[in-house]
């Protein structure tokens, strides 16, 4: 079975610019999750699909981060635009069930560099 | 709030020492907690969880006992091993709701031959 894959590894990007991250979760995973490091810093909740639907984005930062999806598959996530401060690592996690003790499987991460 | 607050790091040690990274959490509910690696050049894998107060999670030879009066979680291992190098992260999970982890900040562990 494959494990959760994120698209692409790395990303260097100039402030100002848009930078859309893909994540595949493992295949029938209803949960979708994506987090965030930044700067060696703890690893830090952004959102949580269940399925197609936002079930909690608390931990987005700003509006210029837009989670999505479609057709409760894959999810891409969008800084548009990028700011300094949006380097770090990205992750995305995928479980099966919702709630109770399944544990959350991550992809290797996103590593997002903005100059 | 909830929070997880790990030992800081860098640790070293050396081959076959024992290991323990201390780990305590605030929550406001049950929650379940973790311990997750990563090894370098890759993604966080889990290594070890507990459900309920006094469980042990145990794996690859690291233990980890689920304290509710002391709010802790260490991670320990008898004898460490050149691969064990890595950075580890202690997790908690609530059980309630979305059940997103919040992690502790990481730990760089460093064993020497």
């Known amino acids: 079975e494959a494990g959760v894959t994120q698209f692409p590894s790395h990303s260097v990007i100039e402030k100002g610019q848009t930078v859309t991250l893909r994540c595949d979760p493992i295949s029938g995973h209803d949960n979708l999750y994506w987090y965030r490091r930044v700067m060696g810093k703890e690893i830090k909740f952004l959102l949580h699909f269940v399925k197609e639907s936002k079930q909690d984005e608390s931990g987005m930062p700003n509006n210029r981060f837009l989670a999505e999806r479609t057709g409760g598959t894959y999810s891409t996530l969008k800084v548009q635009p990028a700011e300094l401060e949006d380097s770090g690592v990205y992750f995305c996690?995928?479980?099966?069930?919702?709630?109770?003790?399944?544990?959350?499987?991550f992809g290797p991460g996103t590593r997002l560099t903005v100059l | 709030g909830n929070s997880v607050t790990q030992m800081e790091g860098p640790v070293t040690l050396s081959e076959e020492a024992f290991l323990t990274i201390n780990c305590t959490y605030t929550?406001?509910?049950?929650?379940?907690l973790f311990w997750y690696v990563q090894y370098p050049g890759e993604g966080l894998q889990l290594l070890l969880k507990?459900?309920?107060?006094?469980d042990k999670g145990s794996n690859k030879g690291f233990e980890a006992t689920y304290r509710k009066e002391t709010t802790s979680f260490h991670l320990e291992k008898g004898s460490v091993q050149v691969s064990d190098s890595a950075v580890y992260f202690c997790a908690l999970g609530l059980i309630q709701g979305a059940q997103k982890l919040v992690f502790g900040q990481g730990t760089r562990l460093t064993i020497n031959p």
């Open positions: 929550a406001t509910g049950y929650p379940s």
């Open positions: 507990a459900t309920k107060a006094d």
């Open positions: 996690a995928s479980s099966h069930h919702r709630g109770g003790t399944d544990t959350q499987y």
